[in-house]
Protein backbone atom coordinates (compact mmCIF):
# COMPACT_ATOMS: atom_id res chain seq x y z
CA UNK A 1 0.00 0.00 0.00
CA UNK A 2 1.20 3.57 -0.94
CA UNK A 3 0.21 7.11 0.94
CA UNK A 4 0.40 10.22 -1.18
CA UNK A 5 0.26 13.28 0.40
CA UNK A 6 0.16 16.46 -1.76
CA UNK A 7 0.93 20.10 -0.52
CA UNK A 8 2.12 23.75 -1.79
CA UNK A 9 -1.49 24.44 -3.85
CA UNK A 10 -2.39 27.91 -2.81
CA UNK A 11 -4.24 31.23 -3.90
CA UNK A 12 -1.44 33.26 -6.42
CA UNK A 13 -2.05 35.85 -8.89
CA UNK A 14 -1.77 34.86 -12.91
CA UNK A 15 1.98 34.76 -14.01
CA UNK A 16 3.07 33.82 -10.57
CA UNK A 17 4.40 29.67 -9.51
CA UNK A 18 4.17 27.31 -7.42
CA UNK A 19 5.20 23.93 -6.70
CA UNK A 20 3.04 20.86 -5.60
CA UNK A 21 4.88 17.84 -3.50
CA UNK A 22 3.27 14.66 -3.62
CA UNK A 23 5.24 13.03 -0.36
CA UNK A 24 4.56 9.20 -0.50
CA UNK A 25 5.07 6.02 1.98
CA UNK A 26 4.90 2.64 1.55
CA UNK A 27 6.71 -0.28 -0.46
CA UNK A 28 8.02 -0.39 -4.10
CA UNK A 29 7.16 3.37 -4.62
CA UNK A 30 10.45 3.97 -6.89
CA UNK A 31 8.35 1.24 -9.02
CA UNK A 32 5.60 3.87 -9.45
CA UNK A 33 4.33 5.37 -12.25
CA UNK A 34 3.45 9.10 -11.16
CA UNK A 35 1.35 11.11 -12.08
CA UNK A 36 -0.61 15.01 -11.81
CA UNK A 37 -4.18 15.21 -12.36
CA UNK A 38 -6.41 18.36 -11.69
CA UNK A 39 -10.12 18.85 -11.46
CA UNK A 40 -11.89 22.09 -11.91
CA UNK A 41 -15.58 22.68 -11.12
CA UNK A 42 -17.75 21.02 -13.14
CA UNK A 43 -15.12 19.47 -15.08
CA UNK A 44 -14.11 16.20 -15.23
CA UNK A 45 -10.41 14.79 -13.54
CA UNK A 46 -7.71 15.20 -16.11
CA UNK A 47 -4.31 14.24 -16.39
CA UNK A 48 -1.63 17.45 -16.18
CA UNK A 49 1.45 15.56 -16.43
CA UNK A 50 3.09 11.70 -16.14
CA UNK A 51 6.29 10.29 -15.34
CA UNK A 52 7.51 6.84 -15.52
CA UNK A 53 8.63 4.92 -12.74
CA UNK A 54 12.07 5.03 -14.50
CA UNK A 55 11.57 9.11 -15.00
CA UNK A 56 13.31 8.42 -18.69
CA UNK A 57 9.79 9.53 -19.96
CA UNK A 58 7.46 12.65 -19.33
CA UNK A 59 4.10 13.75 -20.31
CA UNK A 60 2.39 17.16 -20.18
CA UNK A 61 -1.05 17.65 -21.44
CA UNK A 62 -0.89 20.13 -24.39
CA UNK A 63 -1.87 23.47 -22.15
CA UNK A 64 0.37 23.19 -19.56
CA UNK A 65 3.82 22.35 -21.54
CA UNK A 66 6.30 24.46 -21.54
CA UNK A 67 5.12 25.69 -17.76
CA UNK A 68 4.77 22.71 -15.98
CA UNK A 69 7.50 20.07 -14.84
CA UNK A 70 7.45 17.16 -13.10
CA UNK A 71 10.03 15.59 -11.31
CA UNK A 72 11.37 13.29 -8.59
CA UNK A 73 13.44 12.98 -6.08
CA UNK A 74 16.42 10.90 -5.87
CA UNK A 75 15.25 8.58 -3.05
CA UNK A 76 12.17 8.81 -5.27
CA UNK A 77 9.82 9.37 -2.46
CA UNK A 78 8.18 12.88 -3.43
CA UNK A 79 7.36 13.72 -6.91
CA UNK A 80 7.16 17.06 -7.96
CA UNK A 81 5.15 19.67 -10.37
CA UNK A 82 6.59 23.06 -10.88
CA UNK A 83 3.92 25.44 -12.00
CA UNK A 84 4.87 27.98 -13.55
CA UNK A 85 3.38 31.32 -15.73
CA UNK A 86 -0.12 30.22 -14.11
CA UNK A 87 -3.32 31.14 -15.48
CA UNK A 88 -6.67 31.44 -14.36
CA UNK A 89 -7.83 28.24 -16.41
CA UNK A 90 -5.06 26.01 -13.83
CA UNK A 91 -7.52 27.20 -11.08
CA UNK A 92 -8.68 23.25 -9.65
CA UNK A 93 -7.72 21.01 -7.21
CA UNK A 94 -4.07 18.74 -8.25
CA UNK A 95 -4.27 15.57 -7.37
CA UNK A 96 -1.22 13.36 -7.47
CA UNK A 97 -1.41 9.50 -8.64
CA UNK A 98 0.63 6.39 -8.69
CA UNK A 99 0.06 3.22 -10.12
CA UNK A 100 1.98 -0.14 -10.29
CA UNK A 101 -0.17 -2.30 -12.66
CA UNK A 102 -3.22 -2.76 -11.29
CA UNK A 103 -2.84 -0.90 -8.50
CA UNK A 104 -3.72 2.50 -8.10
CA UNK A 105 -3.73 5.09 -5.64
CA UNK A 106 -4.61 8.65 -4.81
CA UNK A 107 -3.55 11.19 -2.80
CA UNK A 108 -6.35 13.61 -0.87
CA UNK A 109 -5.55 16.83 -3.39
CA UNK A 110 -4.64 20.36 -2.66
CA UNK A 111 -6.17 23.55 -4.29
CA UNK A 112 -4.69 25.86 -6.62
CA UNK A 113 -6.65 29.33 -7.24
CA UNK A 114 -5.28 31.59 -9.97
CA UNK A 115 -6.85 35.11 -9.70
CA UNK A 116 -6.06 37.53 -13.01
Known amino acids: QVQLVESGGGLVQAGDSLRLSCAAS????????MGWFRQAPGKEREIVAG????????YYTDSVKGRFTISRDTAKTTVYLQMNSLKPEDTAVYYCRGELGSSVYWGQGTQVTVSS
Open 26 to 33: GRDFSAYT
Open 51 to 58: MHRTGGTT
